[in-house]
């Protein structure tokens, strides 16, 4: 014989039925259905409807007002790529009176379907290597070229960017025509007269900031930040993690700037880059700085862009030598070839064995020249 089976909805329909035939008092029937006298009451309250109820309240005075969801959705929609941390800090700029917690804006959020999902994370970026420390504003900036992309009128954009790396301030994003010398250092030009000179300039391997073929990677633009007074620092080939708060930043830039299509030409995309900088710096709240913006942290720095670039000085221990227009500097009447790119400039040799000399550019140190050979040694 098969067991007789009984859901919940059928034994409150039996537990109605015996309390009609009021043949067993309260009590009795709610220990033979394993109930208490308080669910018994409400099942005869109800009557007929003895559906499982919603235990949400009708009433809730911490849920969030309708008219700040309302305002969640329109700031997440003038900024489409900023998460519930960065809206709920424009929330407490007094745009409400009660602000929700980071948490509760994430859910409000997902329920509205305004979070794209997450992509899975394949691997982990190696350490980054030894680099400088970016402990105070103009200590250490970093610089790159966004990838190219074209414009609507098929002409090629190359946007420039150069970045605090301590404040996250973006000093200046600028669209040309490609990663030339001279469009680039008017660029830094300008940046250097506006907010001055940093100790450190962190770069890649890439042209103009290094040249594979020059001996110490310099290039034109290279040597003129030393001959500045600031020191070249580049990341390892191949691992842009050692620059990986710009890395970072160039996808902000390519979700906020060129998506979802880039603009119709490089005046109009760099118009985008202007407002969106202005954007970056002086609203957009960043998590590293504590919910601060760049604009709030950063202050220009106390060194000065020179009228005329100085040439470079050396100690009295250094052999000065005088570079030619064939790259080659002379020693006993003889050329030693160096680099093309320190045509004109001085470099400076300290002695560190018998007939064997350090040579630096300023405070780069290019290799060591053997006299007996006759010619340069790459560093160790």
């Known amino acids: 014989m098969p067991w007789q089976v009984s859901d919940p909805m059928s034994q409150r329909v039996q537990f109605l039925a015996e309390v009609a035939d009021g043949i067993f008092s309260m009590t009795e029937l709610c220990h033979r259905y394993r109930i208490s006298r308080k669910t018994g009451y409400k099942w005869i309250v109800r009557g007929g409807d003895l559906r499982e109820q919603s235990r949400r309240p009708v009433h809730s005075p911490q ?9 969640i959705r329109r700031l997440r929609a003038d900024y489409p790529t900023w998460g519930p941390r960065k809206l709920r800090r424009l929330l407490q700029d007094g745009a409400v009176d009660a602000v929700p917690a980071r948490s509760t804006i994430a859910l ?3 329920r509205e379907g305004l979070v794209p999902p ?14 400088t420390p970016m402990t105070a504003p103009n200590v250490v900036w970093t610089a790159d070229f966004k990838g190219e992309f074209r414009t609507e009128d098929g002409a090629w954009c190359y946007p420039l960017t150069v970045m605090d790396g301590c404040s996250r301030f973006l000093l200046t994003c600028c669209a040309l025509e490609g990663p030339r010398t001279v469009a680039t250092q008017r660029v830094f030009a300008r940046v250097f007269r506006t907010y001055g000179l940093p100790e450190i300039l962190r770069t890649d391997n890439g042209e103009p900031f290094a040249s594979a073929s020059s001996v110490g990677r310099l290039s034109r633009l290279s040597v003129w930040w030393i001959r500045l007074g600031i020191r070249v620092e ?11 708060r710009h890395e970072r930043f160039h996808r902000t830039l390519w979700q906020d700037t060129l998506q979802p299509r880039a603009a119709r030409d490089r005046g109009a995309q760099q118009r985008r880059f202007r407002q969106y900088r202005q954007l970056y710096n002086g609203l957009r709240p960043h998590e590293a700085l504590e919910d601060h913006t760049p604009a ?8 000065p862009f020179p009228a ?6 050396y100690s009295a221990a250094h052999t000065v030598r005088r570079v030619g227009p064939s790259g ?7 050329p030693i070839p160096l680099t093309r790119v320190l045509d004109g400039e001085d470099v ?7 007939g064997v000399w350090t040579v630096y550019f300023g405070a780069l140190r290019l290799g060591h020249f053997d006299e007996r050979l006759g010619r340069m040694k790459k560093p160790d």
Not at 63 to 71: D, H, K, Y
Not at 118 to 131: H, S, V
Request: glycine content about 10%.
């Open 348 to 354: 400076g040799l300290l002695p560190v064995a018998d």
């Open 308 to 313: 005329r670039v100085p040439r470079l000085e």
């Open 108 to 110: 409000i959020l997902q």
């Open 63 to 71: 849920a969030t007002a309708p008219a700040t969801i309302a305002l």
């Open 234 to 244: 580049r990341i390892a080939p191949g691992r842009p993690d050692q620059n990986g």
């Open 328 to 334: 080659s500097f002379s020693w006993r009447g003889r």
């Open 296 to 303: 709030s942290v950063y202050t220009p720095s106390p060194r």
């Open 118 to 131: 997450r992509r899975r994370r394949t691997g982990r970026q190696p350490a980054a290597g030894p680099l």
